[in-house]
């Protein structure tokens, strides 16, 4: 998969993959077992992933794939810069907020410092995702 990353948007130039057939890692340690599932429970969603659930699910090419990945997360980009609000229908909602300028200080001086003035993105996960995330940590359904 990490050759999805290299695929390039612009030139929609892209190869397709040799899987290597590995033998299954043998750990040297209980404790190397234990941070190698800490590591697969914290999985970070990734854009060559975003590709190949698209390459999987919707059945266009891997370039395809990529390029429309591309094109949703640009648009997504191009959105937010305007200042615009982006809602996911059972997803969520990301918001340009803008924060005036404040004091803060310097927790290891106590100096005073200015913070200036800036926008920042917001995103407030809707019902359906909250609800989601909630089962999906074992905890009970919301009574309505």
């Known amino acids: 998969m990490a050759f999805l990353h ?6 929609g130039i892209g190869h397709a993959s ?5 033998e299954p890692k043998r750990f040297e340690s209980s404790q190397d077992l234990r ?15 975003l590709y190949e659930a698209v390459y999987r699910k919707v059945g266009l090419s891997r370039t395809e794939s990529a390029q429309l990945v591309e094109s949703v997360i640009e648009e997504i980009c191009n959105a937010a810069v305007a200042g615009e609000t982006i809602k996911l229908s059972s997803f969520g909602t990301f918001s340009i ?7 803060g ?3 290891k001086t106590g100096q005073e ?5 800036r926008r920042v993105m917001v995103f407030r996960p809707s019902n359906i995702l909250k609800e989601k995330v909630l089962e999906g ?3 009970a359904k919301k009574k309505a």
């Open 105 to 107: 200080r310097n927790p």
């Open 6 to 11: 290299s695929l390039s948007f612009a030139s």
């Open 137 to 139: 940590n074992g905890g």
């Open 18 to 22: 040799r899987r290597v057939c590995r």
């Open 97 to 103: 907020r803008s924060k005036n300028e404040r004091v």
């Open 35 to 49: 941070r190698a599932r800490f590591n697969q429970m914290t999985k970070t969603l990734t854009r060559a992933d």
């Open 113 to 117: 410092v200015p913070i200036t003035p």
